[in-house]
C-alpha cells in the first residue's frame, strides 16, 4: 500500500470508528473550559451569575463539562472580553457587549440603547422578536455565539456633587459615564469620561471627575460614592435594563453539539433570570440604607430628559447613515419599542402605578 | 442458608452492586414521563411552555428523559393537575397553584395575589427572597414539588357589556373571574362566576354572565369576547402577574437525582422565561388589532381600584387570622412588596413613564 493510500484508508478507518462510537461518548466529552468576566468579585451580583451558570453546567452533565470563572483581570483586563474569546484566549465570557461599541456600534444594541428597552421587553425583543438573530451576525463577525445572560434592570443616572437644575449645569461636566450613552450625553456639553471601576471613587472625591454613574443602589454603596456625592439622579435613560451577553468562541460552540449547547443555554438562561431577581431583592434595602445616611433623590428635570431624548435620536440618524447594519437593528428595537410601551402602558403600567400610590400611603 | 438469611444476603449484594453501577448510569437513567397541563392546546402560549420544557430535557438528555405533554382534559380536566400529581397518575404537571386556593388559601400565593407581585417581583420574592421556601411545605403537604415557570405579565381587567362607573354598577354583577380573587370581589357586591373556557363565549352572548376576565389580549382574542363586549379594562388588579408552577410528584423528583434535577430546574426557567417573552411580544400587535376592531378601552375607576384594595386587604386579615400558614406567607410578600416598590417607582416606573409619554406623542 502506497502511503497516500495507506492515510486515505487510515482517515477512513478513524471515521468509521468515530461513527460506531456510543451516542453518550459522543454528546457529552469530558469538557474543561475557562470563562473570563468582566467583573470584579466584589460586583457579587454579576460574578456570582457567572459560578451558577458554571454550576448549573457542572451540575447538568455530573461534572463532565467543567467551566473554571476567572474575574476581571486574572487572564484579560474586564473589557477585553470579547477579544479573548475571539482569539481562543479562553473558550468564553460574561460581559456587556455595548463595551465594545467602539468596534461596531451595533454592540450597543446588545446591552441596552439610550431611551431603549426595559429588562423585560430586551428580552421579548431578543428571544422571540428576532432580536437575538439580528445580533448574531454581529457576534459572529467576531468570531463569537452570543447568548442573554442577566439584565441589571433600569439602572440609575448616578451620583453628582451638585444638583442639577437646567440644561447649563451639564455645560462642562465631567461624568463617568459608560461607553455609547457618552456619545449621546456629549451632544448636551457634558464632557464623558472612562475610569476603571477602582479608580472612580478617588477621581471623584479629588473632583477629577464631577459625577459618576454605575450600576444601582446595592452596587454603587459598596463603592462609597455616597459618602462624596449627595445627589442621587434618576432614571439612568441610557440604560433602561441593561443586558448581559455570555459570549462563546464560535468554532468550540459549534464543535459542542446539541447536547451541550441546550445546557449552555438553560444554564444561562436560568442563572441570567436570577440575577435580574437578586438586584430586584437587594436594591430596594440598599436604597433605604442610602436614604437613611443621608443620600437625596433627585428626578432628571423634564427638559434635560427631553433634551436627552433628542440627542439619542440624533446620534441614531447619524449611525444608521454610515453604517447599513446599525440601522436593521435600530429599525427593529424602534418598532418593537413602540408597539411595546403602547402596550406597556395599560396592563403593567397602571397596575405598578396603582400600586405606588396606594403603598406610599401606608 | 435458611430463607431469610439468604434474602439478606442477596439484598445485601443487590445494593452493593447498586453502589458499583458506572456513575453514568446512575445519574441519568432512560425515563419517560407524562406532563398533564391544565391549558387547553389552542391556548398556545402557555400548552407551548410545556412543549418548550419538555424539549429542552429531551435536548439537554441525548433524548433519555422523555416527556410527554397532555392538554386539559386529555388524560385530566385541567383544574385537577395537583390532584394527578399527587396521587401518582403523572409525574409531572403545569399549573396555576392558585386554582387549588380551596384546599388552602396559601395557594393563592403561588400565582398571585389582588395588589400583589408584579411579574419580575414575584420571580425576586420566589427565587431570591425566600418565597420557594416557603411555598414548598405547602407543596409538600400535597404530595408535590414545585418549581415556578412561566408568568403572564399584568393581566387585563377582562371583557364588560356595559361601562362600570361607580361601585353601584358593580352590585349583582355576574362575572367570570378565576378563583381567589372572586374571595376578594364578592364584598363589593360582585357574583363571581366558575366556568371552563369552552362555555365562556356562550354564556357571556346570551348573558348569563355580565363580564369576564381571562387573560390579556393574545389569548382573548381568540376567544372572540370583542364581538360582545365592547368595554374592556384595565388592570387585572388580581393579576398583577400570574405566575405558573411545574408540578412534579415528590417521591418521583426525589428519585430523580442531582442530575436530572438540575435539568429540569434550568429546562423550567428557560421555558418560564420564554413565556413572558412571548406575552410581551403578541400582547401589544394583538391589542392593536382588537382596537381597531373597535374595543375600548377603560381604566377602572380610582374608587372601584381603591374599594379593591380595601377588600382584599380585608380578605387577607381574615384568612390570616384562620390558617397560620397563610399568615406566614402574607407577611413575608407583604414586606417585599412594600420595599420592592419603594424602589421600583424611582428607577423603573420613572424610565417607563418617560418612555410612554415621548412615545405617546410620535
Redesign the interface.
Known amino acids: 500500500m502506497k502511503r497516500r493510500a495507506f492515510l486515505r484508508a487510515a482517515a477512513a478507518s478513524f471515521a468509521a470508528s468515530s461513527i460506531a462510537a456510543p451516542?453518550?461518548a459522543q454528546?457529552?466529552p469530558e469538557l474543561k473550559w475557562r470563562l473570563t468576566a468582566s467583573w470584579p468579585k466584589s460586583l457579587d451580583t454579576l460574578y456570582g451569575m457567572c459560578e451558577d451558570f458554571a454550576k448549573?453546567v457542572a451540575?447538568?452533565?455530573?461534572n463532565k463539562f467543567q467551566i473554571q470563572v476567572f474575574a476581571a483581570g486574572e487572564i484579560v483586563p474586564g473589557l477585553q472580553v470579547l477579544d479573548a474569546v475571539q482569539n481562543g484566549t479562553v473558550e468564553m465570557g460574561s460581559t456587556a457587549g455595548y463595551y465594545y461599541w467602539g468596534k461596531d456600534p451595533s454592540f450597543a444594541f446588545t446591552t441596552a440603547i439610550p431611551?431603549g428597552l426595559?429588562?423585560?421587553?430586551q428580552?421579548?425583543?431578543?428571544?422571540?422578536?428576532g432580536g437575538m438573530e439580528l445580533l448574531d451576525g454581529l457576534f459572529a463577525d467576531f468570531g463569537c455565539y452570543g447568548l442573554p445572560m442577566g439584565n441589571t434592570?433600569?439602572?440609575?443616572g448616578g451620583w453628582f456633587r451638585k444638583e442639577i437644575n437646567t440644561l447649563d449645569d451639564l455645560n462642562g461636566l465631567k461624568f463617568r459615564i459608560g461607553g455609547f450613552a457618552g456619545n449621546v450625553i456629549k451632544r448636551l456639553g457634558v464632557v464623558p469620561q472612562q475610569i476603571a471601576p477602582g479608580d472612580l471613587y478617588p477621581a471623584l472625591e479629588k473632583g477629577t471627575i464631577d459625577a459618576v454613574e454605575w450600576i444601582?443602589?446595592y452596587d454603587d454603596e459598596k463603592l462609597g460614592f455616597s459618602k462624596i456625592a449627595k445627589y442621587y439622579y434618576?432614571?439612568?435613560?441610557w440604560e433602561?435594563g441593561a443586558n448581559g451577553h455570555l459570549l462563546i468562541n464560535r468554532s468550540k460552540w459549534q464543535s459542542l453539539g446539541?447536547?451541550y449547547q441546550?445546557?449552555v443555554?438553560?444554564?444561562a438562561?436560568?442563572a441570567?433570570?436570577?440575577t435580574?431577581?437578586?438586584y430586584?431583592?437587594v436594591?430596594?434595602?440598599a436604597?433605604?440604607r442610602l436614604i437613611t445616611a443621608g443620600t437625596q433623590?433627585r428626578?432628571f428635570p423634564p427638559p434635560i430628559?427631553?433634551a436627552s431624548?433628542k440627542a439619542a435620536n440624533e446620534t441614531y440618524i447619524e449611525l444608521a447613515k454610515a453604517n447599513a447594519r446599525f440601522k436593521r437593528i435600530l429599525d427593529s428595537i424602534m418598532a418593537f419599542?413602540?408597539?411595546?410601551?403602547?402596550?406597556?402602558?395599560?396592563?403593567?403600567?397602571?397596575?405598578?402605578?396603582?400600586?405606588?400610590k396606594?403603598?406610599?400611603r401606608?
Request: proline fraction near 4%; glycine fraction near 8%; charge should be negative.
Open positions: 451516542a453518550v454528546s457529552t448549573n451540575d447538568s452533565t455530573d431611551f426595559n429588562a423585560r421587553q428580552d421579548a425583543w431578543q428571544l422571540r422578536g434592570g433600569t439602572q440609575m444601582g443602589p434618576y432614571p439612568g435613560w433602561g446539541k447536547t441546550t445546557i443555554t438553560t444554564s438562561r436560568e441570567g433570570l436570577r435580574t431577581a437578586k430586584d431583592l436594591n430596594p434595602t436604597m433605604k433623590l428626578a430628559m427631553e431624548f419599542r413602540q408597539d411595546s410601551y403602547s402596550w406597556w402602558q395599560v396592563a403593567e403600567l397602571s397596575f405598578d402605578l396603582f400600586q405606588v396606594m403603598l406610599g401606608s
